[in-house]
């Protein structure tokens, strides 16, 4: 017999169960660990222009209880300073090197490091929300891999993207390097 609980849901089924009694920690700072990162691609708004996205997913390990938090780190020369931010909470980037530097994306997964947490509402629900990434104080350690971290490898049953599909992203990325006035290789940070 099937397993009920773990059956698939059609598109068109009714869904049943109650909301998730989830609640968000209480603002603070919070040491972090970086989960996953996810590449993807902002169509813009009217705050942003398109541009590639990172989907950070960092798990906060010395809060009260289990806490997952999302940010987006969009790579535009608008908020340049928040990537640059991170990736010195990770320790990746040295505090007060103002000259470029490339981000080590691959590397970043299993770091650790420090990140001011608070809370925003969105339809009616609070949700967490990083607030600051945290600059290590002068000798606090900082960016070091979680000790059982292992190498990051591609979900189980991954699939490439469908033709059809990076064609659009092929395109909106020309668009972007048209408005930008430079090359961008797509899906590198």
């Known amino acids: 017999m099937a397993d009920m609980e773990n059956a698939a849901l059609g598109w068109d ?12 920690v209480e603002p603070g700072e919070y040491q972090f660990r970086v989960v996953s990162i996810e590449r993807a691609y902002h169509n813009g708004s009217a705050n942003m222009g398109p541009c590639p996205v990172a989907k950070v997913e ?3 390990t010395d809060a ?14 608008k908020v340049m300073w928040k990537i640059v931010a991170f990736f010195t909470a990770i320790g990746l980037h040295e505090k007060g090197d103002d000259s470029p530097f490339k981000p080590d994306w691959q590397r970043a997964v299993g ?7 608070g809370t925003h509402e969105y339809n009616g629900n609070r949700y967490n929300e ?6 290590p104080k002068d000798g606090a350690p900082a960016g070091q891999p979680a000790p059982d971290q292992a190498p990051w ?3 189980v049953g991954a699939q490439p993207m469908p033709p059809a599909m990076q064609a659009q992203v092929n395109q909106a990325v020309a668009q972007a390097q048209q408005a930008a006035g430079r090359p961008m290789t797509p899906g590198a940070f």
């Open 111 to 117: 770091r650790t490091g420090r990140a001011s947490i």
């Open 130 to 135: 990083v607030k600051r990434w945290l600059v």
């Open 58 to 60: 960092i798990e906060l």
């Open 13 to 24: 089924d009714a869904i049943e169960g109650t909301v998730s009694e989830f609640e968000p």
């Open 64 to 77: 009260p209880r289990a806490a997952h938090v999302f940010d987006r780190l969009y790579l535009n020369k």
């Open 153 to 155: 490898t591609p979900p």
